[in-house]
């Protein structure tokens, strides 16, 4: 019985595992990520970006943030 839990325990820690590396993988880079979020406002302008940010599901300094990123230089942006 216990080692029916050890296993189970540990192919649900395998699981666990594979999910991140798969985010890990798809995860946007985060100058595209902040792209789309400015094409958002920019196709929005009836809206705040208090407003916009609430209706994509996070908080407006998240949105202030990733929209800054673009603010950078281009340099850094291509590096990045």
């Known amino acids: 019985m216990e080692i029916e839990s050890s296993r189970n325990d540990q192919l649900r ?12 993988r798809t995860k946007p ?31 407006r300094i998240h949105l202030y943030r990733m929209l800054n990123i673009l603010n950078l230089a281009p340099e850094i942006l291509n590096f990045i």
């Open 29 to 59: 880079n985060i100058v595209d990520e902040a792209k789309v979020y400015a094409e958002v406002v920019r196709h929005n302008p009836h809206m705040t970006k208090t407003q916009t940010a609430e209706q994509l599901g996070f908080s």
């Open 13 to 24: 820690d395998w699981i666990r595992a594979d999910r991140k590396i798969q985010h890990l």
